[in-house]
């Protein structure tokens, strides 16, 4: 086909898929395009993968196996299979391989873009830039290390050096160095107390919250063993907990936490997990039900009462609102805003 002044116009459908048309001039400069020309540059996605375990919030971390960084502990990514896959997909193929997920529970996760990460020598092999992704999802099984990872596991935010930031670091100074890059989080997520604990398991199970360290004691990660993060992951991390602090403000995501059907003790252990601040049960109770949308009754209870007796609690599950109007703010942000 030609275009309105005459040249000549070939659809050619792209290895991107976009269909989009091509004229003579472009065909003659991708015959002489040499990509050689520009520096390499190379794109990974990383994965800041949450869940909730025996009440607190965890994220998946993987022991690197081979260099740069070698031994150090650092988010599940990896390289994209350029011209082979989108972004998404890889995001989606790395966490399946770390955890076990297949593709329908794959369904099951929230997977969306944090950001973009490119600073200058941010890998010290060739620049990369990484696309970075937050995950969430109830129940995720136990991690295995994939790929070129010795090792991976479910570490407590609060086992995470994220209190300071290292000014000036770069890869040049050494892993040592570079990997005390650590960035503010104030507030670690920290387990519910038992008497606060929910009906039938916060995470699905049923289980009780326990101490952060009992994970050294198990040979995982834990506050005493875990390094530094590897690479930003630092940064990427604590960017990925603002964002999740901030979606359960005026989202409903907070549901992803959960299995099918929860009570609204086992809601309120989610923001109290990501928020890191207890809530007033009440006020919390009164609010999620004044949202429209927010929740459901399922018109069941739950199998047991609650850890302080009493009646058994009702059942709930994620209504259809994309947005919570009125927002559930943070404790200090709800000061702030008075």
């Not at 059907?261 to 890191?276: D, P, Q």
Request: proline share 8%.
């Amino acid at each position: 086909m030609r275009t309105a002044s005459g040249a000549a116009v070939t659809t050619d459908r792209q290895g991107d898929g976009s269909g989009a048309a091509q004229d003579d001039g472009d065909s003659a400069f991708l015959a002489a395009y040499d990509p050689r020309e520009f520096p390499a540059i190379a794109v990974t996605v990383d994965i800041v993968a949450l869940t909730l375990r025996a009440g607190a919030l965890h994220v998946l971390l993987v022991e690197r196996g081979g260099r740069p960084f070698q031994g150090a502990w650092a988010l599940p990514g990896g390289f994209v299979r350029a011209g082979r896959e989108s972004l998404d997909a890889a995001a989606a193929r790395e966490l399946a391989e770390e955890t076990g997920l297949d593709a329908t529970q794959l369904e099951r996760v929230h997977l969306e873009q944090l950001g973009s990460y490119g600073d200058p020598g941010r890998d010290p092999r060739i620049p990369v830039v990484t696309v970075a992704y937050l995950a969430f999802a109830p129940d995720l099984p136990e991690a295995r290390g994939g790929g070129d990872a010795s090792s991976a596991a479910w570490v407590p935010v609060s086992a995470l050096d994220l209190g300071s930031r290292c000014e000036g670091c770069t890869e040049a100074q050494g892993p040592e160095r570079m990997t005390s890059q650590t960035f503010a989080e104030p507030d670690a997520a920290r387990p519910r107390p038992p008497e606060q604990g929910p009906g039938h398991g916060i995470d699905g199970g049923g289980s009780v919250p326990r101490p952060a360290d009992d994970a050294a004691a198990e040979g995982k990660p834990g506050p005493q063993s875990l390094r530094p993060l590897a690479f930003d992951h630092a940064r990427i991390v604590a960017d990925g907990l603002e964002r999740a602090r901030a979606k359960i403000e005026y989202t409903p995501l907070a549901t992803a936490f959960l299995a099918e059907e929860f009570t609204i003790v086992e809601l309120r252990g989610v923001y109290e997990s990501i928020w890191g601040s207890p809530l007033h049960a009440g006020n919390f109770h009164r609010k999620v039900l004044s949202v429209p949308g927010f929740v459901e009754s399922t018109g069941a209870t739950a199998a047991r009462g609650g850890a302080r007796g009493g009646p058994r609690a009702r059942l709930y599950r994620a209504g259809d609102a994309r947005l919570l109007h009125p927002a559930l703010l943070r404790p200090d942000r709800e000061e702030s805003v008075r």
